[in-house]
């Protein structure tokens, strides 16, 4: 496994420290599930982290550190509103979801992305984010990059400005961040 990384592509890393101990502490607490949602895929289950308060409190304050003041946290659904709203809360920010497609009540701006087996869409409100403002994208994993580069372009849109991406898990052998230059891009912990 990797160790954690924290950079933008091409340039040096931030005032984020690596934390082996934190590392180490994630990687005892995230459960493998082979073959599900379906065979062939090796589900990464965070809730043994999420029912351990210590190694919460560490991995979200992890997860807002180093990124300079922000506005607001958004996260990606489902999974990185349990990661977010907290770090969003650590760092005085206020939270937004970034929701998949019909599931919020206001009128949207959506963005489609592509999947191994199709196309998936998700949808901020358009009153989400005001130009100017600085926003930190958390999730729980970053795989393919799509989910986090559609997240970026609903930020843009609205006329913010991504402060950077915060993620638990890298599966870097899927090469996500390539979908991500020119950005600030932080995993915990990359595998």
Same mark, same amino acid.
Not at 42 to 67: E, H, M, W
Not at 117 to 136: K, N
């Given at each position: 496994?990797?160790?954690a990384?924290?950079?933008?592509?091409?340039? #040096?890393?931030?005032?984020? !420290?690596?934390?082996?101990?934190?590392?180490?502490?994630?990687?005892?607490?995230?459960?493998?599930?082979?073959?599900?949602p379906? #065979?062939?895929?090796?589900?990464?289950?965070?809730?043994?982290?999420?029912?351990?308060?210590?190694? @919460?409190?560490?991995?979200?304050?992890?997860?807002?550190?180093?990124?300079?003041?922000?506005?607001?946290? !958004? =996260?990606?659904?489902?999974?990185?509103? &349990? @990661?977010?709203? #907290?770090?969003?809360?650590?760092l005085?920010?206020?939270?937004?979801?970034?929701?998949?497609?019909?599931?919020?009540?206001?009128a949207?701006?959506?963005?489609?992305?592509?999947?191994?087996? =199709?196309?998936?869409?998700i949808?901020?409100? !358009?009153?989400?984010f005001? #130009? =100017?403002q600085?926003? @930190? &994208?958390?999730?729980?994993?970053?795989?393919?990059?799509? !989910?986090?580069?559609?997240?970026v372009?609903?930020?843009?849109?609205?006329g913010?400005?991504?402060?950077?991406?915060?993620? @638990?898990?890298?599966?870097?052998?899927?090469? =996500?961040?390539?979908?991500?230059?020119?950005?600030?891009?932080?995993?915990?912990?990359a595998?």
């Amino acid at each position: 496994m990797a160790a954690a990384q924290d950079q933008t592509a091409g340039s #040096p890393a931030t005032a984020y !420290t690596h934390d082996p101990a934190l590392e180490q502490l994630i990687r005892s607490k995230i459960r493998d599930v082979p073959d599900y949602p379906r #065979p062939g895929i090796l589900f990464k289950d965070i809730t043994p982290l999420l029912a351990d308060s210590a190694a @919460l409190r560490s991995v979200v304050a992890a997860l807002g550190a180093g990124f300079g003041p922000v506005d607001l946290v !958004t =996260g990606i659904e489902a999974r990185g509103f &349990i @990661l977010a709203a #907290p770090v969003a809360a650590c760092l005085g920010a206020g939270f937004v979801p970034v929701r998949k497609q019909g599931k919020l009540p206001a009128a949207t701006y959506a963005e489609s992305y592509e999947l191994e087996y =199709g196309t998936a869409t998700i949808e901020v409100h !358009t009153d989400a984010f005001e #130009p =100017g403002q600085r926003v @930190l &994208i958390v999730d729980d994993v970053l795989a393919t990059g799509g !989910t986090a580069r559609a997240a970026v372009e609903l930020v843009r849109r609205s006329g913010a400005e991504v402060a950077g991406i915060s993620v @638990l898990l890298e599966l870097a052998a899927l090469n =996500g961040r390539a979908k991500l230059a020119g950005l600030e891009v932080r995993a915990l912990l990359a595998t």
